[in-house]
């Protein structure tokens, strides 16, 4: 997607200037920070099936300081590949269990909320001759899955998911079920909770450099029902950068995640969309 009407759709959208102001959920506007205070690692699981090993890569530490390694989850069964559908212009009404008699739950919209991208879903299980999935619908609260026909859809796969921990604020991207990247991240203050749910990437924004949403943001099928007070910004979550480094690693967004500059370079070539995307305490 192009930057220029990116851009220009996000400020209509959300009534904002850029880059000054915030946009989707997660966002406070802040001073620059002089550079990152944190450790960044990149990791590789010691044999296939292992636990997986932390290997530092780089540091981005101002400081020089080392923090200590975090160890990355046991392979969690992602050897598959998950398969991903489009779903049509007009969307797709979502049913309670998979046949077309069964009530239905709610709608899957055809388009991102603020950027109007095709939305991709990950089918996150199908019934037993295939032809229905189950879904998560997209900015829906609460959450609410159903299944959706899958007959006629055009259909794509990943074997990139990423996993966010808010106890430990780490951001971690597998592909193969094998661990890429693990990087600190900052995610919601106490009173706006960055909310727990299986979302997938709807929208890949750039940005200029220097925005409060730093250069790149990732943005995600949920929304935040606890906003701030008096906050003007969009309600869409989003993994994204940030203008201030030092925010990384803390309980400090209005329920994004932001991650720094070394990360997005990382994850732009796998974060597709579709991408699934776990948050979990």
Same mark, same amino acid.
């Given at each position: 997607m192009r930057a220029s009407w990116l851009t220009v759709m996000l400020a209509v959208a959300l009534s904002i200037s850029l880059p000054?102001?915030?946009s989707m959920a997660g966002v406070a506007v802040a001073s620059p920070s002089p550079g990152p205070r944190a450790s960044v690692i990149a990791v590789r699981p010691t044999h296939p099936g292992a636990q997986h090993t932390a290997v530092r890569t780089e540091v981005l530490a101002a400081e020089g300081a080392r923090r200590p390694e975090h160890r990355a989850p046991s392979p969690t069964g992602w050897d598959d590949a998950s398969v991903l559908v489009h779903v049509p212009a007009g969307g797709i009404a979502a049913h309670r269990n998979p046949w077309t008699s069964a009530p239905t739950v709610g709608s899957v919209a055809p388009a991102s909320k603020y950027y109007r991208v095709p939305i991709v879903l990950w089918v996150e299980e +199908? &019934?037993?001759?295939? +032809?229905?999935?189950?879904?998560e619908l997209p900015y829906v609260w609460p959450r609410v899955d159903g299944w959706i026909p899958l007959a006629g859809l055009t259909r794509a796969t990943t074997f990139v998911h990423v996993d966010v921990d808010l106890s430990e604020h780490r951001v971690r991207v597998f592909k193969h079920d094998e661990l890429r990247y693990t990087v600190a991240g900052a995610t919601g203050t106490w009173s706006s909770p960055t909310p727990l749910g299986e979302y997938v990437v709807t929208d890949r924004v750039p940005f200029a450099s220097g925005s409060a949403l730093g250069s790149f943001a990732f943005g995600i099928s949920g929304i935040q029902p606890h906003l701030p007070a008096g906050w003007s910004g969009g309600n869409q979550l989003a993994?994204?950068? +940030? &203008?201030?480094? *030092? *925010?990384i690693g803390t309980n400090a967004s209005a329920g994004c995640v932001r991650v720094s500059e070394w990360a997005l370079d990382r994850f732009k070539p796998l974060l597709r969309l579709g991408t699934p995307v776990l948050i979990h305490a």
């Amino acid at each position: 997607m192009r930057a220029s009407w990116l851009t220009v759709m996000l400020a209509v959208a959300l009534s904002i200037s850029l880059p000054a102001a915030a946009s989707m959920a997660g966002v406070a506007v802040a001073s620059p920070s002089p550079g990152p205070r944190a450790s960044v690692i990149a990791v590789r699981p010691t044999h296939p099936g292992a636990q997986h090993t932390a290997v530092r890569t780089e540091v981005l530490a101002a400081e020089g300081a080392r923090r200590p390694e975090h160890r990355a989850p046991s392979p969690t069964g992602w050897d598959d590949a998950s398969v991903l559908v489009h779903v049509p212009a007009g969307g797709i009404a979502a049913h309670r269990n998979p046949w077309t008699s069964a009530p239905t739950v709610g709608s899957v919209a055809p388009a991102s909320k603020y950027y109007r991208v095709p939305i991709v879903l990950w089918v996150e299980e +199908t &019934n037993a001759a295939g +032809t229905w999935g189950r879904v998560e619908l997209p900015y829906v609260w609460p959450r609410v899955d159903g299944w959706i026909p899958l007959a006629g859809l055009t259909r794509a796969t990943t074997f990139v998911h990423v996993d966010v921990d808010l106890s430990e604020h780490r951001v971690r991207v597998f592909k193969h079920d094998e661990l890429r990247y693990t990087v600190a991240g900052a995610t919601g203050t106490w009173s706006s909770p960055t909310p727990l749910g299986e979302y997938v990437v709807t929208d890949r924004v750039p940005f200029a450099s220097g925005s409060a949403l730093g250069s790149f943001a990732f943005g995600i099928s949920g929304i935040q029902p606890h906003l701030p007070a008096g906050w003007s910004g969009g309600n869409q979550l989003a993994i994204h950068g +940030t &203008n201030d480094p *030092s *925010s990384i690693g803390t309980n400090a967004s209005a329920g994004c995640v932001r991650v720094s500059e070394w990360a997005l370079d990382r994850f732009k070539p796998l974060l597709r969309l579709g991408t699934p995307v776990l948050i979990h305490a």
